[in-house]
């Protein structure tokens, strides 16, 4: 009984993937194994794009394919993108419902929500920022969050105004954010 039910389950969940890729534009194709079709990575390496706001997404995919942002993983897969492709992807995946993550060390979160107030003023107090070109950091990833913080601290990713918010903190503060940020609701 036990393994029809295990089997029953495996193979509803292959048919809710098969429809829910069915439904997806062919341009998503593309990014499934990394960003799952509704914006859900399968490693917390990878940033979950669902409900992301769509200009962000939209601006982060042009600044790839132009090279602005430097992303070596990236770079193969957004080289070829048409502006419209790139419009289809950031409507897509903003559309899709998010998640909450809530995967860093839970011994930190305090000490980040004691440090996010720095972040508020572009990211909001829940790390959903008004305006569309700044990223929603409620529920990604935490190891996500903690190398993009480290990538702009590095300077291998730009932005002055995360150059100098960041200024001051080291990795141990970049746990603690991003153990913060990743259990807060989308």
Known sequence: MKKHLIIGAALLAAFITGA?????????????????????????????LAGQHETYLAQQLEA??????????????VKSLSDDDIQVL????????????????????????????ACSACHGFAGKPVAD????IAGQHAPYLQAQLLAYKRSER???????????????E?????????????
């Open 20 to 48: 829910a890729q069915a439904e997806a534009p062919a341009q998503v194709q593309a990014c499934v194994a990394c960003h799952g079709v509704n914006g859900v990575s399968g490693s917390p390496v990878w940033p979950n």
């Open 64 to 77: 790839m394919r132009s090279g602005e942002r430097n992303n070596a993983l990236m770079a193969p897969f």
């Open 90 to 117: 950031a409507a897509w995946y903003s559309s899709q419902e998010p998640v909450t993550a809530a995967n860093g060390d839970a011994g930190l979160v305090e000490r980040g929500r004691q440090l996010a107030g």
């Open 133 to 136: 070109e700044w990223p929603i």
């Open 158 to 172: 730009i932005h002055p105004l995360m150059q100098a918010a960041l200024s001051k903190l080291g990795e141990d």
């Open 174 to 186: 970049f746990a603690s954010l991003a153990a913060y940020f990743s259990q807060l609701e989308h």
